[in-house]
């Protein structure tokens, strides 16, 4: 490297300076401050003079927690359905009105987890949103293509990511909740047939789950956003000093493409934006997804995610960022069943090559900072941030021979 070009402590410092302005205040998905974080995006990438910048716009899901709302509404119907009905309808029919409104709970959770159109989706406040991108061409012939993901939006600081231990708590009882759905059918089929009603019983268990899930569902956004420095500013601000980087020592062959999403905390529209009108174009590309990269001593990889329908990174991509990442001690991570979610699983669902890249803590499965309202600039470290730029830039290099 030539003595006149910047390091990577410069560019960390420049990553700082741009999650300084980012995160403020809240972003929340398809609000006017989501839009801001857009328009602050676009006005630098113009300023760096990188190629071919554009905003997609699309409508999208304000709220995930109003999704939830519904489905797990839907499934205190069923429950209410078999509780309610036996005397006035017999066992038989309100079995039936149980499993029929237990099911189309299910079928939402499935579409909306496997991002795919659900029935009643329009029912949902939905909200103008957009997607930037900018294009940063190699000094040679295109044989490659690499995107560099963030998202624009933060999430809802919800009671439940207040502590680890809350954190914890709403992993284990997300799981009861939304496979209770499933499996609150097969009990109440089991009490009708059988006449045994301790089935209907252990189902009226996980209806108590199911109405935590919809009272959080219905009260989650009376609450303030995350500012969001670590998640996800953090990222953008990674990608921007990536960027101007990229200006001044371009690759050789790689096109890169500058990917700055909204409404990933909302189910990712904005990727799913993305891949319908570039999708096939980016066919063959490696997608890099950053989370919550300013905080922490130690950098992983997401190897299996995704809720109800795991998907894993491929063994191509993986034995990559092995080699990139052993000398800054990146290892692999697992997401939980239920409760997260990465612009890499969407991807990974519809068949396209992704990693994804965050940093913690050495020893602490829980992600700095995640949906707090603790999660402000002042606790961003420069050094996780430098280290981050560097192991993304190695990465860059060793894609581009």
Known sequence: MSVNQPTATYYAQRALSHIQVLAQAGRGSATPAEKQAADYVQSHLQEMHVDD??????????????????????????????????HPLGDSLAMLISVIALAF?????????????????????????QN?????????????????????????????????????????????????IYLAIPLYVLAALTHLQGFAWL????????FLGWFTGVTADLGPYSPGANDNASAMGTILSLAERLKSQPLQNTEVWLVFTGCEESGCDGMMTLLKEHGEKLKQALFV???????????????????????????????????????YGLHPA????????????????????????????????????????TDTPGKIQLSTLEMVHKMAWDLLQRFDQ
Not at 105 to 116: A, D, E, I, V
Not at 203 to 210: D, I, M, P, S, V
Not at 294 to 313: A, K, M, P
Request: aromatic share 14%.
């Open 53 to 86: 910048i554009q905003t997609q716009s699309f409508l999208g899901l304000r709220s995930i927690w109003l999704f939830f709302a519904l489905a797990f509404g839907l499934a205190l119907v069923g429950h209410a359905a078999y509780w309610f009905l036996r």
């Open 132 to 180: 930037v991108i900018g294009i940063i061409q190699p000094m040679g012939e295109v044989r490659k293509r690499l995107v560099l993901v963030a998202h624009l939006d933060s999430h809802r600081a919800v009671f439940w990511f207040a502590t680890n231990f809350l954190v914890m708590v709403f992993a284990i009882a997300g799981v009861v909740c939304i496979y209770g």
């Open 289 to 327: 997804d950053f989370e919550l990269v300013g905080i922490g001593d130690s950098l992983s990889y997401i190897t299996v995610e995704g809720n109800l329908q795991r998907r894993h990174i491929s063994p191509e991509v993986q034995a990559l960022v092995q080699e990139v990442g052993e000398q």
């Open 203 to 210: 189902a009226l268990f996980l209806a108590a789950f199911h």
């Open 334 to 373: 697992a997401a939980p069943l239920v409760g997260a979610s990465t612009e890499g699983g969407t991807l990974w669902e519809f068949g396209y090559q992704a990693v994804c890249f965050s940093a913690h803590y050495r020893g602490l499965p829980i992600l700095p900072e995640w949906h707090r309202l």
């Open 105 to 129: 709970s299910g079928y939402l959770m499935w579409n909306k987890f496997t991002f795919r159109d659900f029935p009643l989706r329009t029912t949902l406040p939905h909200a103008p949103s």
